[in-house]
């Protein structure tokens, strides 16, 4: 069972994580190849229907189920093995996004998904086409908090998050497993969704800065006449503090610039809840997501430059938009089962985008835009225009790029470091995986990056230069014989195109990337 915790006894419970999983189900068993010549005998720690995992005088070890016999108490039944994984995490997604994830997975290959409502969840059964049950999917809905912590207490093999893990939670799963990837490299991104601000369509208020959002939760601004709005006071509305989106905007927005969370916030244990609650008061403004914004109006967010930025399904997708929110799920280190491992793989087919784009979520399927169909953004570069970036800088990138089109994967990197970001690395994965079905065959793919404007414009055009190096370079390591199919080549052009305001550090965080261009 999952237990909903505060936020002190999650860190104190994190330290006492207990080595789970698999291994708590070990029994003897003896695997034989069928020419008796080689013989390993040791504790079965899993089986997912078509490897072993024994551990032996050797070490654990995963033998094919191929060549193998296998004898004792702990061999599993060949004829009903069923696969099964256990789900918990953001209620959002595990009740409006995964049921269906399922269900399409299950007409692809063939069989008939039958939903249960059990204690506390749900259960899908897969059944084949001879009424054999073939996998069985545990799905518990609650809170991102809750998701990490039975993850890593071993209760469950995948956990749905609206954020990532917290530096307690990280530390913990390197303890629970040490020898494994570390926990963000265990991580899948279903889909794409964005936090917004969102008022009642009575409200005349047009926009709203991050810096206004920030002021406005942290109780710096009271009265909506701050705002340009009416003479009354602000009543804000935000998630319960264990739900991801209220924890996400926290550490993005108040934790950031040093603020606290001010007094009297209405909190809400459901997006629908909230929605509802900011329709219905002309006075009030809230914090949600994308995917959930029901009869409220969601604002753009603008700066003091002038720059306005609305959560487009194009500006989620390219993380032109400051405030996107990728929604993911962890895995537990160790193997899971074939069936189990075949519908992650099958998340990531065009299907499956079809599935999250009816869901109320953004899908990450490659789209191109040309230029010509990008005016807000030149408007951003020729506003941004001065005497670091000159006029005749833009002209030259605009005759760079004129031609071009923009791919929708934007690349950045984590907190100013060499490593991408989760999102990034995903959509690595994604473009190589594009290049080897001959999506760009005979085409040229340019990297090109821009950067911040602080310091140097000279330096900042060598940093946005050796970013796009390094996200070419891995999208040549991930995407088999991509040098045959298509031209990889890099570009930098500084800080010529400018997403977001540079007066705070988000805005720089934006302006900071690598954009993927077809010729």
Known sequence: MLHRIGA?????????????????????VELRSFDGSVELEGNLLAYDGAYYQIETIYGPLTVSAEGVTCAGPGCPDLTSFVAEARIAGAATVAEGLLPDLIAAFAEARGMEAVREDVAGGTVHTLFREDGEAAARFFVTPGTTDEGFLALLNGEVDMALALREPEEAERLAARDQAPDDPPLTRRVRVLALDALVPVVSPQNPVAELSMTDLARLFSGEIESWTELGGPDAPVALHLLAPGLGPAQDFALRLLEATDRPLGPGIVRHDSAAELARAVAGDAFAVGITSRSSTGPARALPLTGECDFSQSATADAVKSEDYPLTAPVYLYLAPYRLPQLVRQFLAFTETGEAERIVRQAGFVDQTLTRTPLTLQGERLRNAVLAAGEDVTLEDLQAMLRRLGAAERLSPTFRFEGGAADLDTQSRAAVGRLAAAIER?????????????????GSAIVNTRLAERRADAVMEAVRAAAEGAGARVQLRTEAFGE???????????????????EVWVE
């Open 438 to 454: 001959g999506a760009f065959d005979g085409r040229t793919l340019l990297f090109v990056g821009f950067s911040d404007g602080a």
């Open 8 to 28: 002190a006894a999650r860190a104190a419970a994190l330290i006492l994580v207990a080595v789970t999983g698999p291994a708590a189900f070990a029994q003897d």
């Open 496 to 514: 010529a195109l400018p997403m977001a305001c540079e007066d705070t550090d988000w805005g720089r965080a934006v302006n900071r990337r690598v």
